[in-house]
């Protein structure tokens, strides 16, 4: 069974940092490209970022470029997405994804997490 986990979101202050864990199981990380998008309240979900699966090239969403990094460790089947000075904005539930390349449209991906919430409040 195929189970992607989320992990690293809460409550922070605007400007702070927080870096978002995705565990992998029940599939071979390592061959599949992996994403995250998120979804602000009252909005649809949209792209943050991808990497390829070799960790390569990297795709992040023009919003986010300068404030996100997104990396992969195959050897413990993890995706991590660094996002820095945090915004009001970026509140949303954070989803990691698994697909056979790296897209940035959520229908081109077959493996999603439950998310993890991420509030930007002072």
């Known amino acids: 069974q195929v189970q992607l986990v989320e992990s690293g979101g809460g409550l922070v202050h605007p400007g702070a940092s927080l870096r978002l864990s995705c565990a992998a199981s029940?599939?071979?990380?390592?061959?599949?490209?992996m994403g995250w998008f998120r979804q602000p309240p009252g909005k649809e979900r949209e792209f943050v970022a991808g990497?390829?699966?070799?960790?390569?090239?990297?795709t992040i969403a023009d919003s986010m470029k300068g404030r996100v990094t997104i990396s992969r460790d195959n050897a413990k089947n993890t995706v991590y997405l660094q996002i820095d000075s945090l915004k009001h904005e970026d509140t949303a539930v954070y989803y990691c994804?698994?697909?056979?390349?790296?897209?940035?449209?959520?229908?081109?991906?077959?493996?999603w997490g439950q998310g993890t919430q991420v509030t930007v409040s002072s």
């Open positions: 994804t698994a697909g056979r390349a790296l897209f940035t449209t959520d229908n081109n991906y077959d493996y």
């Open positions: 029940g599939l071979t990380m390592s061959r599949l490209a």
């Open positions: 990497i390829s699966r070799s960790g390569g090239p990297t």
